[in-house]
Every structure is written in structure tokens, then in C-alpha cells.
């Protein structure tokens, strides 16, 4: 039988505190200790961002698995049993098991000291690949780096080499960065040559606004508005030439819908012609948005809709990753293959392997031969998507 | 003939600086001076927000009709060669007819004194009421009070009072105000009681954002972005609830496209029925995003597209207002009766006539009768717009 491999770019591994605080350096532990006996100040904290809606136990969903966090062979399981052969590592965004002093969707926990968030960033990474190598199947894990708060351009710099070597696949940044007026500012030029060089995609993840405040409405706002504000790197870096100058740099757009693209796409093309104003006709870009988008990125799409696949040509099948946001409840697990079914029954074979697999196999540097063996086991049948829609 | 009422919801004007003066509170009129000795100063804010487009002489664009800002009788010589009826009446955006200490897209001259930046926005106000009250035909135009930066909440109410008074027929509003996370906050509320009560209705205008810095790529992201900015009065007002305490409230978002406004509602519709996720089913509102969006809202759509037109019935038609933009370069003038044929050709007689006026007629108090017996000598026929497209 014809199976599919599926690779899910959007899922999230994280550590227990107690062994998180064994990765952070030594002089911020009896702090972390304290954050972590705190979860009031914690909520605090927050609720400034967030509102009231504000999760600081375990996880957001009652249901999810939480020992797959931390535990490979739990995960494995829970991968095999949704038909998953391969995924990509996202941290958790809020709780007691998101990375120390980082723990409120973007937001350091003390705004005052942005250097404690961006330790904890790097004792998530060390533990992540230390999780990645002691799995049963590292083939299957690729993990990101988290750089969360980007001040000292060359830390960031050294934080990125380091985790190429220790095998991760690819970097986190925020929406925005911690200061200044954002990503377009030259002095990040560092940031997206090292990336570009060593073959490191860089990522946002749905889930980072600006603070709402502990006011009414404010969670609703916050959700309202989380994924434009992790669109916006991409027309930071096309505009002000990055993506130009460093033709080999990717970015990848994660758990932010996937139907924005196309829309996107041909208003910055309208503004690129100039068809608005002439005023407008601020570049002197010599391709068009859109083609820097079909050359350089990619929309993590995660768990798509029918209405967005149908949307497919549109948006790009080749800048299409799918993704299960496993373990949260948002997700499709534990139900993959039904939500796989509902949104690609129809779609033609080679489209189906492009955006459920191979996509993602080549950004990410997974092996598809050993992919391929795991799919044969445990993968949805190419057939079973045959029907007509 | 039956012709077409046409009402411009999106018309600029403006005073000469050496007028400005004469409504600035004495106290501020050697500063003003200084400010308009030294174009270069105000170049250098500019470039702190919106980059190196930085509009610091008479105007956008060259072939602006430059007199027609504040000389009313050229002004309706132009509206009546363009076909339009009566207008709706914003601020210059930037340089040197922008309100005083105002002038560089909603942001403050100096940010260190809002208070200057509020008194020009008064001395703005009050030019305009006295420009209307002196035209020779006050009905053709609906002037909006600036309200620009609003940390005196009781300064702002009696400003807005001050408006209706003096017959201003509603206020514009900063994209965000000037402090703290947003237009949700609970402090905001007499606001929006007063504008309630004496049926002010209440503007967002494409044309601020965030500040990008004096860098690369800055203006094009700063036009990128400043739409979006505009739209998000609505679902801060909606989440928070002020749209179901104040039913009679009425928002217009002008000059931000109108393509918009479906995705928007389907997706805060979605996030209202908990589709995407349990967790961001949040709020408690008794109707639906869009049902608010319909009983309250408008678009401002000014120079809409073909392609805006054939979304109308997804944009909802009674919620459609058309706008000219007059005098600056990238709206109709002085090409109207060609844009609006271009548009809307084809489109049915009573569809026509809401958007192109009796929509705008409703919201901003015009005469229908008065306005007829314009339209009657300059106005479009109605039959022109019949043939199929």
C-alpha cells in the first residue's frame, strides 16, 4: 500500500520546571524557584499581557497529554497512534512548563530584566536538544531554537551557531523585537546572514500582540489580532530588502490560518505597482512581493480548513505546510486522521505528499527514506483520500 | 433625468498656516512660528514615523488644486465638476496645511507635548466650523471634529459637545489613543457616552501606525501597515463591549479599503462561536461580531475597485460609503464621473444609490432634498449606469 508521510511543522515539547532549572545557569535558579512558587505573580504578569485569561498550571487543555512533553516514548506513542512520522518543535507559550522567565506568549515574565528571558530561552534550547537526542527516534524531531528577545545582536548570533551544531533545525523570533521600531532595522543585518548561511528557517508562531492589559475584552483582542502581528515579519524583511539581499534565507509563517496569503500577497503587489498612489511606490525592490513569498517562505498552515486547502492554488501548494499543533486541544490529536480526511479528501496525490510531507522534508532536512519506513507502518493510505469531493 | 445624489465621505481641507495661527490660543503662536520657520525639523519627525516620505511643503502631490483647501467657492467649483454633491470633511495628513503641532499622520510634532498637539487639533476644529458656516452653501459640507490625542478624557468630552454645537457632524479618532494598551480601556467610556448621546458618529482614517524609524524599507512598511491600524477600533470597541452598551454608537473606517471587512467578520465571527478554539471563546456579547458590524458600522471605501463593488453584498451594501478623497492625488478627482462608471456600472438603482449617497445622507444629517437640487444640475444620471458589465 501507497502510504503517506505526514510531517506536523507545528507542535510543541517542553520541560518539567524542576528540570528546566537545571539547564539555567546557576545564578538564576533560587529566582526561577521562586517565579515557579509564585503561579499569583505569575498570572499577574499574565493577565497584563493576555487579560483574564491567563493559564498557569499545567497547560491549556484539560484532555492534553502533558507527560508527552517531556517524555519521547509517550510522544512517539501518541505520534504513531495519529499517523504522524516526523514533526517540528515549538515551545510551550504560557504555563509552568514554558521556557523559565519566557512564560507569558512572547512576553518576558520581567519586563524589567529582558537578560533572565533570554537565559531561560537558552535553557529551553539545551534541553530541547538534549530531548531531541535522547528520543528512540531522533530522525523523527526537529526542534527550534527560541530566540526570544534580541537586544545583543551578537548573543543572538553565537545562540544560532550553537544550535545548528547541536543538531536543531531552525529559529524562533518574536513578532517584534524587544526594542526599537522593528525588524527592519539594520542592525539585525547579522542575525539573518547567519541564518541564511547555515540553512536555519526562521520562525513565527501565532500567539504574540501587544500587551492588552488586565482590561475588559482584552483576551478577545489579544486573539483578534496575535496572527497579524506574527505576519509581520515578512513585509519587515521584504521591504527593507533582507529577503533580497540574503535570496536563500527562509521564513516560515506557523499556526497563523493560512487564508491571509493570498490577500496579503496582492495588496503588497498592488503597492508595490503603485496601482493605489504613487506615493506609495516606495521600492526599489526589482521582483514583486509576491515572488520573494513563492521563493523564500512558507505559511505553516497547521490544522487547515477545507475552505483554506480549496484556497491551495492561491496561497502556493509549495509554500503550504500542514501541522497538528499536538498536544494542544486547538489541535487535531488525537483525532489526525478524521481532520486530515475532512480537509484533503479530493485533492490530487502529488499535492497531498507536497503540503502533508515533503514541504516540510526539505526545509527541514528530514530524511524521507527513513521517513518513508515509519509512514509504512503507521501513515494513511494515499487511496484513502481518493474520493471525490 | 434622474440623476445620482452623490455624497464624497472622504474629502481633505485644510487652512494656510498664517490662519492656523489666528485660532491657536495666543500662548502657542511663537512656537507655532518657529515650527513653520523650519520645515526641516518637522522633515526629521516626520522621518521618525513613516520613514523617508516625509511630506513637508504644500502638499502629496503636485497637481493638487492647492486653494480649493480653504477657498470655499473654488472648492465647489471643483465638487461640481466632479459631479458630487455634498462631502465629508478630514484634516490634511501632513505638512504644511496639517493642524498645528499635529502634523505628520496623527503622530505629535513633539511627542514630549501632547497638550500643544490637542490645542492644534482645537485650532483645526474650530477653522473648520468657521470654513463650513462660511461657504456659500454650508449643506454640501459635514465637517469632522479632530479629537487627537485623548489622555484628558473630560477635555475630549467637552470638546466633542463643543462640536455638535457648533455644527460639526462627528469626530475622528486616533487609531489608538495615546497611552496605555488600547481603546478598551474603561476610561474611554464618557467618550463614547457623549458621541452616543448627541449622534456624533466616530472615525478612524488610513493613515497612522506605528512608528517605523528613519531605516530602510520604513515609508513602504509604514503604508503596509497603516490600514490595519484604522481597522482595530472596531473589535476593541466590540470586545469590550462598548458596541452593545452604546446600540445607537456609530463607527465609520474611512480610507482603509473596504476588501477587508468579509474575512474580518467571518473570522470574529468564528472566534465569537468558539469554531478555531474553546479557549478563545471569550466573550459573553448577546450578538455576533457581525451583527454588531451591520446594526452599527460603516466603510468609508472611498475610491472602491471594481472587484470591492462586485463584494459588495459580502460588505453588506448599507454599510458601503463612497469616497472621493478630494484634492489628494490618489482618489478620483478630477476624474470622478469616469472612476465611479468604472466602479459601479451595472450595479442595480437602489444599491447605487445608497452607496454613492442616501447611506451617507442618513449618517451625516444632509438635507435629501437640498442635495437633489444639486445633484439635479451637476449630478451623473442614473441612466448612464445601465448598461450591463
Known amino acids: 500500500m501507497d502510504r503517506l508521510t505526514i510531517v506536523s511543522c507545528d507542535c510543541h515539547a517542553a520541560a518539567r520546571p524542576e528540570v528546566y532549572r537545571e539547564y539555567l545557569e546557576a545564578d538564576l535558579r533560587t529566582r526561577y524557584d521562586a517565579m515557579i512558587a509564585s503561579p499569583e505573580a505569575v498570572a499577574r504578569r499574565a493577565a497584563q499581557v493576555i487579560g483574564p485569561f491567563a493559564p498557569t498550571g499545567d497547560g491549556e487543555g484539560e484532555r492534553e497529554p502533558l507527560s508527552a512533553r517531556w517524555d519521547p516514548v509517550r510522544r512517539l506513542a501518541e505520534l504513531d497512534r495519529d499517523g504522524i512520522a516526523a514533526e517540528v518543535l515549538f515551545p510551550q507559550p504560557a504555563g509552568r512548563n514554558a521556557p523559565p522567565f519566557y512564560n507569558v506568549f512572547g512576553h518576558p515574565f520581567d519586563p524589567n530584566d529582558p537578560a533572565a528571558a533570554a537565559a531561560g530561552c537558552r ?33 543572538v548570533v553565537r545562540e544560532i551557531a550553537w544550535a545548528k551544531q547541536a543538531g536543531l533545525r531552525g529559529v524562533i523570533l518574536r513578532s517584534q523585537p524587544l526594542s526599537g521600531p522593528g525588524w527592519h532595522d539594520p542592525r539585525f543585518e547579522p542575525i539573518w546572514a547567519v541564518c541564511e548561511d547555515l540553512a536555519m528557517p526562521i520562525h513565527t508562531h501565532g500567539g504574540e500582540g501587544l500587551e492588552t492589559g488586565d482590561l475588559p475584552g482584552a483576551t478577545s483582542i489579544f486573539f483578534t489580532e496575535v496572527c497579524w502581528f506574527a505576519h509581520r515579519l515578512f513585509w519587515h524583511l521584504l521591504w527593507s530588502g533582507v529577503l533580497e539581499r540574503h535570496p536563500r534565507l527562509r521564513l516560515v509563517f506557523t499556526e497563523q490560518f493560512a487564508d491571509w496569503v493570498p490577500g496579503m500577497l496582492k495588496r503588497l503587489d498592488m503597492q508595490y505597482a503603485g496601482t493605489v498612489s504613487a506615493a506609495t511606490r516606495t521600492s526599489a525592490l526589482p521582483m514583486s512581493p509576491s515572488a520573494y513569498w513563492a521563493r523564500q517562505c512558507s505559511v505553516g498552515a497547521s490544522f487547515m480548513t477545507r475552505e483554506e486547502c480549496e484556497m491551495r492554488h492561491a496561497i502556493g501548494v509549495p509554500s503550504i505546510l500542514w501541522g497538528s499543533d499536538f498536544p494542544h486541544e486547538e489541535g487535531t490529536w488525537p483525532a489526525t486522521p478524521e481532520a486530515l480526511h475532512a480537509t484533503f479528501d479530493g485533492v490530487p496525490p502529488a499535492e497531498l505528499r507536497a503540503m502533508l510531507g515533503e514541504n516540510a522534508m526539505a526545509i527541514y532536512g528530514f530524511d524521507p527514506r527513513s521517513l518513508a519506513a515509519i509512514a509504512a507502518r503507521i501513515g494513511p493510505t494515499l487511496a484513502s483520500f481518493a474520493r471525490a469531493c
Open 123 to 155: 535553557a529551553h534550547n539545551r534541553w530541547l536538544a538534549d530531548f531531541v537526542k535522547s528520543s528512540p527516534a531522533p530522525e523523527r524531531h526537529a526542534g527550534l531554537a527560541l530566540i526570544g528577545l534580541v537586544d545583543d545582536v551578537p548573543a
